[in-house]
């Protein structure tokens, strides 16, 4: 990926309880790093696989920004 320097540092981010608190718990965080990792991945190769049959980049991306917007959390907030 030509774009490594820029990438988004999963690792760097400070994941937080909705009521502020961190979260801490080590085996909490290696799940939403490698789910994210997984995830990052998973969006690069769709990608790559459109462009490649030559549909526009930003349509695709579009696309994969609206599906992370519709991604419907099935525990809401109390």
Do not use: H, T
């Not at 009521?19 to 290696?30: A, N, Q, R, T, Y």
């Not at 459109?50 to 419907?72: F, S, T, Y």
């Amino acid at each position: 990926m030509k774009d490594d320097v820029n990438k988004f540092d999963i690792d760097g981010v400070v994941w937080r309880q909705p009521d502020g608190d961190l979260v801490s718990c080590e085996e909490k965080l290696v799940v939403l790093r490698e789910n994210l990792d997984e995830i990052r991945q998973e969006c690069q190769d769709a990608l790559e696989d459109a462009v490649l049959m030559g549909c526009d980049e930003k349509q695709v991306r579009d696309v994969l920004e609206q599906i992370v917007r519709d991604i419907v959390n099935p525990y809401p907030q109390k």
